[in-house]
């Protein structure tokens, strides 16, 4: 009897879980208020495989139409938007991005299971039957023989030019043998990623140190850790932790001991999965005719080629080895107590933060963990927001979110100038065990014209509340707050025609030109003043304590660039033209090479968790993060000249620029927005750096200017920019 009712109770509850996935499933786009949200986000496995595979059926059913019309009956709406509206708006499509987020997120280790599993699927579904289709191919081609017939806009002609193009560029032009070979060393390279997000996500090291053996840092921040058996204190290698304590401990044991293990996270497995990745990647490249990844993931870029991102790299690093010597001579001369250099004279990595810190408290009289006091996150978030509204003309409504994967996840309402509903901002913002350590804006719900609400996802990882003290925030989570809304911003505003141009799927090495920009802002006296309110007096930041901040914030630019540098030079090595693909050696060989004031370490394997080397669509890519600032600065100048909260500059900025998404080449946006090309300028002067150094530099190496190089329109190139297949874009800080 009690079996029966056992299959009975089984039996009911499938039954259920089904009844609710097709409710989802045909619930999945229409979202019109924040209660549908949870519909994108199952949090049951046996629900996230049934949809997937109901999803999947019904994008065969839609390429299956595609590909039945004959083709004089072929029409743009039939074909080129039926692919685009399936490859970005389809539920498949919408529900990938949603599984893609959930398997970094759910608190859930079948949730995050299921979504990863579920995820591999989808993509690999997409790489045969989308991607790689030569009868989806074919159908494309049927259409541009016809599409004289057809009144295309601009946006539209761009777009079909394109896709046709990206067609050939995965392989559709090779034999059936190589594209075979192309189709699965794809899916082979889709699971080596899920490998090495998933290994990084599991990495769960913590080290133990005793009580006295933490001294410097604050008691609050003590009391928060946990404790084992022996009594000791255990930290974990999570973002807040670790810059706490690399920046306050007096200890330099702990300091070392917690450097090391930040710097280990997912070796020695990453390893090895970095090194098949690089090998396979390779492989995809040369069967696609070109000489390395690299030459392929940077031929739809702005900047083209390896050479020229070479040579601007290098014109940089040269440009700011001057400044960075300067602030290394100045750290050296105030070295705290018990802090000394290595035998060859330059700073221990595990010191570096410290030392910086105890400069900052001397020189400019900053105490890191007195200032956070100054920022609780609730304040911040509010009056960021109306920042925001001022600026941009927009509002927001800030909501407790319901059902969706955590209780801490919070949704923001966007609405238009024009009061309508224009998209939801999902903030999940602190760190938790078992959740992605990364900050990033990821996309769910794409923003068309004419549709609805568009989705966005805005992760960080802001240390919780410790007893009756509020989420308080560093200056470097502030700059990270507003970088990612930044990204968020540009998505929900980005409202295009065709959803494969929609938000921030733009050229990569212009995805972070709007979060650049944004981000700073936090660094103006007036901004400052306002997002400041310390928790506890409810008094703003003193102007002579903000004006000490914004000097302290342009000292360490010379070291911070050369590691932008050094980030950069080791994407584009990993997947270069090296015979040798380990990348421990690409990485020491780098390291060796460019540190000029930070002694090396044997047990440094940072590049086993640095996700920008294989996910968010960055890879050979990490340069776009200099590249796009430059211009990111030009326009946060110009804007600052006009008032950081004119409202009419900021339609402009969403008018010009934002609202195009990528269905623009970005330097016409840049040109259409500044009345001019945009130049390094204000880059140079922000940076404190020799405009002569830089720019001889560029030329001697490269034979043009910096200015052309960078903020100059492509010639040739047709505008409307989007070289990228259709597919999921992450951006990620």
């Not at 020189?363 to 911040?380: A, L, R, S």
């Not at 130049?679 to 910096?706: K, P, W």
């Amino acid at each position: 009897m009690r079996k029966l009712l056992y299959k009975k109770s089984i039996l009911f509850i499938t039954f259920i879980i089904l009844l609710f996935s097709i409710f989802c499933a045909q619930a999945m786009r229409t979202i019109q208020k924040k209660e549908d949200i949870k519909k994108l986000f199952p949090q049951d496995p046996k629900q996230i495989r049934y949809l997937t595979d109901r999803f999947i059926g019904e994008a065969q059913e839609q390429i299956n139409k595609i590909i039945s019309i004959k083709k004089e009956a072929r029409t743009f709406i039939s074909t080129p938007l039926a692919l685009d509206r399936l490859s970005c708006f389809s539920n498949l499509a919408l529900f990938l991005n949603s599984l893609d987020s959930l398997k970094e997120l759910s608190p859930k280790k079948g949730v995050r299971e299921a979504a990863r599993e579920q995820v591999l699927k989808m993509k690999n579904f997409r790489v045969e039957q989308i991607e790689n289709s030569r009868q989806v191919y074919q159908a494309l081609k049927e259409y541009e023989q016809v599409s004289y017939e057809d009144y295309l806009s601009e946006e539209e002609e761009y777009y079909l030019e394109k896709i046709i193009e990206d067609f050939k560029r995965e392989g559709l032009g090779l034999s059936s043998k190589k594209l075979e070979r192309v189709k699965k060393l794809k899916m082979e390279i889709n699971e080596l990623e899920q490998q090495f997000s998933a290994n990084i996500l599991k990495d769960n090291t913590t080290i133990s140190v005793a009580p006295e053996d933490l001294a410097g840092l604050d008691e609050e921040f003590i009391d928060g850790l946990g404790v084992d058996e022996q009594g000791d204190c255990v930290l974990g290698t999570d973002y807040p932790t670790a810059f706490t304590v690399l920046s306050c401990c007096k200890i330099e044991e702990t300091r070392k001991k917690m450097h090391i293990a930040f710097n280990n996270v997912a070796y020695p497995k990453n390893k090895i999965v970095l090194q098949k990745l690089i090998e396979k990647r390779d492989e995809f490249a040369q069967l696609l005719g070109f000489e390395s990844y690299a030459d392929f993931d940077l031929d739809d870029q702005m900047a083209k080629t390896p050479k020229i991102v070479h040579d601007f790299l290098t014109s940089l690093f040269k440009g700011a080895e001057n400044k960075a010597r300067q602030e290394f001579e100045l750290l050296c001369k105030n070295l705290p107590k018990g802090v000394v250099l290595s035998k060859n004279g330059k700073i221990k990595p595990w010191d570096v933060k410290y030392i910086n810190s105890h400069y900052e408290k001397k020189n400019f009289k900053i105490d890191i963990e007195k200032i956070t006091k100054y920022f609780p996150e609730d304040y911040v978030l509010k009056e960021t927001l109306k920042i925001y509204e001022e600026f941009f003309g927009i509002r927001f409504k800030i909501l407790q979110a319901d059902n969706l994967w955590h209780k801490d996840v919070k949704i923001v309402e966007v609405y238009s100038h024009e009061e309508a509903l224009i998209g939801y901002i999902l903030l999940d913002l602190y760190s938790r065990k078992d959740k992605s350590s990364q900050a990033y804006s990821s996309e769910i719900v794409p923003p068309i014209q004419r549709g609805g609400p568009a989705i966005n996802l805005v992760v960080t990882n802001f240390s919780k509340i410790r007893g009756n003290i509020p989420v308080l925030l560093t200056l470097d989570e502030i700059g990270t707050l507003w970088h990612e809304f930044g990204h968020a911003l540009h998505y929900i505003l980005g409202r295009t025609e065709l959803a494969t141009f929609a938000g921030f799927n733009v050229k990569e090495d212009f995805g972070e030109m709007p979060s650049q920009m944004l981000d700073q802002w936090p660094y103006e006296k007036e901004i400052l003043k306002r997002i400041s309110c310390h928790y506890k007096t409810k008094k703003p930041l003193s102007s002579k304590m903000i004006d000490k901040i914004i000097e302290s914030e342009r000292f360490y630019i010379g070291h911070s660039l050369l590691t932008q540098c050094f980030y950069s030079f080791l994407s584009l090595q990993c997947f270069g033209k090296n015979k040798d693909k380990n990348p421990k050696k690409i990485y020491d060989r780098l390291k060796n090479g460019m540190s000029k004031y930070i002694e090396p370490f044997d047990e440094d394997n940072m590049y086993a968790s640095f996700g920008h080397l294989v996910l968010y669509d960055m890879h050979a890519k990490y340069y776009g993060y200099l590249w796009s600032n430059v211009s990111a600065t030009d326009i946060f100048y110009t804007i600052k000249r006009q008032g950081l909260l004119n409202a009419e500059v900021g339609k402009k900025y969403v008018r010009k620029v934002l609202s195009k998404g990528g269905s623009q080449e970005p330097g016409i946006l840049l040109e259409n927005f500044l009345g001019r090309e945009s130049n390094q300028d204000a880059f140079i002067e922000r940076l404190g750096l020799s405009q002569e150094i830089v720019n001889s530099n560029f030329q001697d190496d490269l034979g043009v200017t910096f200015d052309n190089a960078v903020g100059g329109r492509k010639r040739g190139r047709k505008p409307g920019a989007k070289d990228r297949d259709p597919k999921r874009r992450r951006i990620v800080l």
